[in-house]
């Protein structure tokens, strides 16, 4: 029966995962249109074809990155005239219209030009400083490169007389500060790129005079302090900022006071030690927001109320997507466990967890029933196996539930994601699983430890009675419960103990969780399973010692029955045991920070702990030959009494 059973399901299995049905792409990936190729999450609007058909550069509302701007501002300009139109320029300079490129060739100064240049390009050469009035006499000047250049230090007048500056790019040099009025001509300066230079604070008068300012980038510099009074003063028109990958921990809400006009916001790889609930009330016309590689241990879904216009926004985990519900895209969009669509992310899962429960709760309630019409020579024996199969009908319950509500928030999870969490719904099934697990464990505990008393001190005549027998169990129960319950008593000790991860399960740790949460479910994993697992360990090497010694001079029918029922009871605890392996490898490497993907986690909980419950009463009751051989006379008497 039981091969029939896998053969079936692998056959369902395979017929899911079939290309020919459905173009699912992995985890992390998206599909290239209708055509069958699948490339990497990054690759998707990244101002670069990269399927053969252009569909990862289609519907793309949210360029994230200032060169698919600059491209667009370089083809306005593709009308200039090619033959230059100026007297004065370097011969080592290429010159075009009115624009001279003189990048790479190794200047120490800035070239003397004609005075009515519009473009000057000096990149990669080996400028050290920028003197007063450098560029006073350059009135047309409206585009100005200085990249990887060696620049440390720039005088507070070099740019004076600058008025037709429109774009300034000084990225990969030296400048350590940016002095107080240093741009105080350029009215008309509306890019400023400030990227890879060794700037560690902003002064409060550091862009006085840019009141044309569009799009300002100070990405991977070392600031770390900055003004606490508003840039919107200084910077009115501010439409792109980038502060990321800089050493930022604080960022004072008064900084962006009335910064209406901003749509990209970037403060990516920053170690923010908190955002503050009204860190982004300003920004009521952002659509872009940038925080990858930012953990966020406060976040509320009051932080991102007011951004109705967002329509993107970037985290460092998925779960923080289910606090900006009404964010049209939110990446990442899979934390393995959960999508931004569905409770469960994996479509084989999907299916597998109605598979597995129905096979767990059809399985265990057939052995209840079984066990209940059928008598038996060890009654007590009968009570803990039922015990045991309630046990493990509950984690069928429980998946029976998870199914449910993956298919209650179809095709739009992240907006109810964080009310299911914070729910009591998912506290209760989690709470449930947790109950399940334990109760099984310490059943098959207590049931192995009868066994070993049995045959390891035969002629002690040890015989738990019924009353020894209720006591035991109810114990069991009790202890579960008190386990299952616990984190339910105080909040501020565990927090959100069950509503971590979609399916409700406290089996991973997390940088974010709270001390006392962490330490419980370690004791529970890392302390009492693995406990309980050592102590069946120990127990059944000392039952086969005590067989192996015994075997010859030992004929007893009764020893002989104790012992057959020994052997089926380690391959039962054996298999158990190969399927707690991973939950303790699991719990080990995450209490070492160690980097496990949602889809494991979510293997484990789907597939690996509940099959233990799903192959339990096969193993248990419907194998043995004893039940089958009590079921057959049961059977047999019943259609004598009929006849």
Not at 344 to 373: D, M, P, Y
Request: aromatic residues 12%.
């Amino acid at each position: 029966m039981f091969p029939v059973v896998l053969s079936l399901l692998s056959s369902a299995l395979l017929i899911l995962s079939s290309p020919v049905d459905f173009e699912v792409c992995p985890l992390g990936q998206f599909p290239c249109g209708n055509l069958s190729v699948c490339l990497a999450q990054p690759k998707h609007c990244n101002g670069q074809q990269d399927c053969p058909n252009g569909a990862d550069e289609e519907n793309c509302v949210d360029n994230s990155g200032w060169p698919h701007l600059f491209d667009a501002f370089m083809k306005t300009r593709s009308q200039e005239p090619k033959e230059c139109m100026l007297d004065v320029y370097p011969d080592v300079c290429y010159c075009e219209g009115w624009k001279v490129n003189c990048n790479n060739k190794n200047l120490q100064h800035v070239p003397a030009v004609s005075s009515n240049i519009t473009a000057l390009e000096l990149n990669s050469n080996g400028l050290i400083s920028l003197h007063s009035d450098l560029f006073v006499r350059y009135r047309h000047l409206e585009r100005l490169h200085l990249e990887n250049n060696s620049i440390e230090m720039i005088s507070k007048r070099t740019f004076s007389g600058l008025f037709s500056l429109r774009k300034l790019f000084l990225s990969q040099n030296r400048i350590s500060s940016l002095k107080a009025g240093l741009f105080t001509d350029l009215s008309s300066l509306e890019w400023l790129i400030l990227d890879e230079n060794r700037i560690t604070s902003l002064r409060q008068k550091s862009f006085e005079g840019l009141k044309s300012l569009f799009f300002l980038s100070l990405l991977n510099n070392s600031l770390e302090h900055l003004p606490k009074t508003s840039l919107c003063f200084e910077m009115p028109r501010l439409n792109w900022l980038d502060l990321s990958l800089n050493k930022i921990r604080d960022l004072p809400p008064s900084l962006f006071h009335n910064l209406h006009n901003v749509r990209q916001l970037n403060i990516s790889n920053n170690p923010l030690t908190h955002v503050y609930e009204d860190q982004f009330d300003s920004f009521i016309n952002l659509q872009s927001l940038s925080m990858e590689e930012v953990e966020i241990p406060n976040i509320s879904i009051r932080t991102f109320r007011f951004l109705t216009n967002l329509s993107h926004i970037y985290f460092k985990r998925f779960e923080y997507c289910t606090y900006s519900p009404n964010v049209r895209s939110c990446k990442p969009n899979t934390d393995g466990i959960s999508s931004f669509e569905n409770l469960l992310a994996n479509i084989i899962l999907r299916v597998f967890v109605w598979v597995v429960a129905f096979a767990i709760c059809f399985g265990n309630v057939f052995v209840i029933c079984l066990r209940s019409c059928v008598a038996s020579e060890n009654e007590h024996h009968t009570m803990a196996i039922k015990s045991l199969c309630c046990a493990d009908c509950l984690m069928g319950v429980y998946l029976f539930f998870i199914g449910a509500f993956d298919v209650k928030y179809c095709g739009e999870y992240n907006r109810h994601a964080h009310i299911w969490m914070e729910s009591l719904s998912c506290q209760l099934i989690g709470s449930l699983a947790l109950l399940s697990t334990e109760v099984s464990v310490m059943m098959l505990t207590y049931m192995t430890l009868e066994k070993y008393v049995c045959i390891v001190f035969p002629f002690h005549h040890y015989r738990a009675g019924r009353k020894r027998t209720l006591c035991s169990l109810t114990s069991i129960w009790a202890l579960g419960f008190v386990l299952a319950l616990a984190p339910f008593c105080d909040r501020r000790t565990f927090g959100n103990f069950y509503g971590r991860n979609g399916v409700c399960f406290p089996l991973h740790s997390e940088q974010v969780e709270r001390p006392g949460a962490r330490c419980y479910s370690t004791g529970i994993f890392l302390g009492l399973n693995l406990l309980a697992f050592i102590l069946i360990v120990f127990s059944y090497s000392s039952m086969f010692y005590s067989i192996q010694k015994t075997a010859k001079s030992a004929r007893q029918t009764t020893f002989d029955l104790e012992v057959s029922v020994a052997k089926r009871f380690f391959f039962i605890v054996f298999t158990d045991a190969m399927c707690w392996i991973p939950i303790f490898l699991l719990k080990i490497l995450s209490l070492l920070q160690v980097h496990i993907t949602g889809t494991l986690i979510l293997w484990v909980v789907i597939f690996i702990l509940p099959i233990n419950s799903a192959l339990n009463p096969i193993l248990y009751t419907i194998t043995t030959s004893t039940f089958q051989e009590r079921l057959r006379v049961c059977v047999h008497f019943r259609c004598m009494d009929n006849h």
